[in-house]
């Protein structure tokens, strides 16, 4: 049979290793919509319409017209 030993220094690793995934996670997201919203933007200075750059991009109306101003 297996023990596990409850060890603070570990629990502590593992903790620091899930918070470094989930701001990678994060900051991955936050490029992408950085990155979908500068396209949006570029599309916007071509003259293309709103309708058009939804579907280019995924993002949603409100937000495409906010980055028009």
């Not at 023990?3 to 603070?8: A, F, G, K």
């Not at 992408?32 to 570029?42: F, P, S, W």
Request: hydrophobic fraction near 35%; charged fraction near 40%; charge should be negative.
């Amino acid at each position: 049979m297996l023990l596990n030993e409850w060890n603070w220094d570990d629990y502590v690793a593992v903790q620091r290793e899930e918070a470094l995934e989930e701001g990678l996670e994060k900051g991955l997201k936050k490029g992408r919509e950085e990155g979908l919203e500068k396209t949006a933007r570029n599309a916007l200075t071509e003259g293309l319409p709103i309708e058009i750059i939804r579907k280019i991009t995924g993002l949603d109306t409100e937000t495409i017209q906010r980055l028009s101003r």
